[in-house]
């Protein structure tokens, strides 16, 4: 349909802010709502259509439980043009649909805006055909179950949104819908877009990757309350400027606690003293995402601070004295507070292209915080860098191999620091012949990326015969093989009697710095497999590889690379490893997943169990 009119800069949907509960209650009302302004559709992109459906999701509205099909919601249709969407209503499914779809469409441009590229899912594996399969859109289901219970399907590449009658009458409704609460599905979509990032971070391999997961979605749905100025605007007004307290947090997901499942247990650290040595002492995945979640919290106290101590001398105010503060200084701290709920996010967003493909642990995290922001602010007035390396000391995340916990020290190594030279020639990347080229429509990056993942793919498990030396750098590099040698562990999968590689992602970003800084540049992930066994003497005969395996391996451990070029000169900056022949790190993996008390039993891939996050949503 063309029109003689311009469109509209953007689609404004209302929603609750929080959830129905807080918008029922006299201390709340004034901030239960919030309006998503998402950016129109481009030209380029597909129309929005009833569902709703666009490029990035299907809002699709069964309910098995009940047998029932709700009709989509069209958002085009002029009424609601008119009037920012549906009005918020527990009752009416078509809000239920809008509400799903504006508070994932939020999320997904919020990465977009921070990581400099489209959003892309995780590729679903065709079991009949036995290959990834690219997907174009992630499903969401707002009445999927009859549950406690929400959570991103793996094997569905869906988002599914369960709702229940409350057990409990201080909840104030009789049901309780999850897809209504903004937490909740700002939470499930952060799953889905890292899963589409690190598709190896559902795997158990340590007690940190599997906590990172929940902890890292956890983090996106909190900050993310936090750009809403409303609620914000309210609670300074309250509290005499001062964002410490934990007043506002008890809001979130206030509901969906008070119902039966207590999601709260990833924010129970969020407002309390740091305990340093707690970390340490802490097994279980909830619990320990929890205290990276309250370190990102401190930082952005710290952050807030920092940004605003000058207003309250200003407008003469001590914090937290519980006295009425000028409308004019409520609204500057909650400019100030929002926007560093903003670089908060952006910092913890962009550093996911700094991360290891296979095993995270909370440490590497924070060091690709420091190395991402330094790269794209090499100067830090305001010490954000500084916050985030005392909070996460504050609460025991320290960091191996480091000389300190300064930001300088945190800094991901040169390949210089690390082999003494680089091993990426500029021709290397010329005769990968890569297309670099920016696409705009999804389609066109998913195409693309694909046929540079194949190139990437071929020119690593091309051995080159006439020289050995650059195949040996690359090694190292990587901390994986591309040849047997002598000392190459056999158990390593091969394809044609060389060991085999597998290149998840060829991705390139495009990011704008504070001062006009036009960072350019190429994230390649790497992995390659490795037969693990329980028994370290099974392991051992696997490895020296004389005569076949007496028995099938007993998991798969994983090592790889994420290698980061600078396109703007084609040098390698990063080769942030975890290399395959790490035997330290391969015992630590074998004693999480023997372990049955562990959650690594639940996270097997193997087990026949192909959804992590439903049973760690599930009851807990
Ligand atoms: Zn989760």
């Known amino acids: ?342 670089h908060v996010l952006r910092m913890c967003i962009r550093a996911l292209d700094y991360l290891p493909p296979v095993d995270v642990r909370f440490g590497e995290f924070l060091r690709a915080i420091i190395t991402a922001d330094n790269d794209l602010v090499p100067d830090d007035p305001h010490n954000y860098r500084i916050a985030f390396a005392e909070a996460f000391r504050a609460r025991g995340i320290l960091v191996e191999d480091c000389l300190s916990m300064s930001p300088d020290n945190l800094l991901w190594e040169s390949p210089e620091q690390m082999f003494g030279k680089n091993p990426l020639e500029i021709d290397d990347l010329d005769d990968i012949d890569l297309d670099l080229e920016a696409h705009y429509t999804r389609a066109k990056i998913l195409e693309s990326s694909e046929s540079n993942r194949a190139r990437v793919w071929e020119w690593l498990s091309t051995p080159d015969p006439d020289n050995v030396s650059v195949d040996l750098d690359w090694e190292r590099a990587l901390g994986l093989y591309f040849m047997f040698r002598e000392k190459t562990p056999r158990s390593i999968f091969s394809s044609d009697g060389y060991p085999s590689v597998e290149v998840h992602s060829v991705r390139t970003t495009r990011r704008a710095g504070p001062d006009g800084q036009d960072l350019r540049q190429l994230v390649i992930e790497v992995t390659q497999r490795r037969r693990a066994y329980f028994d370290p003497g099974e392991q051992d005969k696997a490895d020296v590889g004389k005569g076949p395996p007496a028995k099938e391996h007993d998991f798969i451990f994983r090592g790889g690379a994420t290698l980061i070029i600078d396109l703007r000169d084609s040098k390698l900056r990063y080769a942030i490893r975890k290399c395959v022949d790490d035997d330290e790190r391969l015992d630590e993996q074998r004693k999480l997943l023997s372990n049955p008390e562990g959650f690594g039993f639940t996270y097997q891939p193997e087990s026949g169990e192909r959804e992590p996050f439903a049973m760690i949503h599930r009851g807990h």
């Open 1 to 342: 349909m063309t029109s003689r009119y311009p469109a509209p800069p953007a689609r404004r949907l209302r929603v609750y802010a929080f959830d129905p509960q807080t918008a029922s209650r006299l201390g709340s009302v004034d901030y239960a709502y919030a309006t998503i302004s998402l950016p129109w559709e481009q030209a380029w992109e597909d129309k929005l259509q009833p569902g709703p459906v666009n490029e990035y999701v299907e809002v699709i509205d069964v309910d098995p439980a009940s047998g029932q099909f709700y009709d989509p919601v069209d958002l085009n249709n002029s009424y609601l043009l008119a009037q920012d969407g549906l009005t918020p209503s527990e009752g009416n499914p078509q809000f239920h649909q809008q509400m799903v779809f504006a508070v994932a469409m939020k999320i997904i441009r919020i990465f977009e805006r921070a990581l400099g590229r489209k959003v892309i899912w995780a590729p679903h594996w065709n079991r009949q055909r036995r290959e990834y399969e690219p997907v174009d859109k992630l499903r969401i289901y707002p009445h999927a179950l009859r549950e406690a219970n929400a959570y991103y399907s793996m094997e569905k590449r869906a988002l599914l949104f369960g709702y229940f009658r409350s057990t409990n009458a201080s909840a104030g409704a009789s049901w309780i819908f999850t897809a209504l609460s903004h937490d909740i599905v700002a939470h499930e979509t952060t799953h889905a877009v890292l899963d589409g990032l690190h598709r190896r971070y559902a795997e158990a391999t340590s007690v940190d990757s599997l906590a990172f997961h929940e902890a890292f979605a956890d983090i996106v749905a909190l900050m993310s309350h936090f750009t809403l100025s409303e609620a914000v605007s309210a609670h300074i007004q309250q509290k005499g400027g001062s964002l410490d307290e934990a007043s506002l947090l008890s809001g979130l997901a206030e509901q969906f606690a008070r119902g039966t499942v207590g999601r709260e247990s990833l924010r129970q650290y969020v407002g309390h003293k740091p305990e340093p040595e707690l970390l340490a002492v802490t097994t279980e995945c909830h619990d320990r995402g929890a205290i990276l979640v309250a370190a990102v919290f401190d930082a952005f106290l710290t952050i807030y601070k920092a940004r605003t101590d000058d207003l309250l001398r200003i407008g003469n105010v001590t914090r937290g004295d519980g006295k009425r503060l000028n409308t004019d200084l409520v609204a500057r701290l909650t400019r100030e507070a929002v926007k560093s709920a903003d």
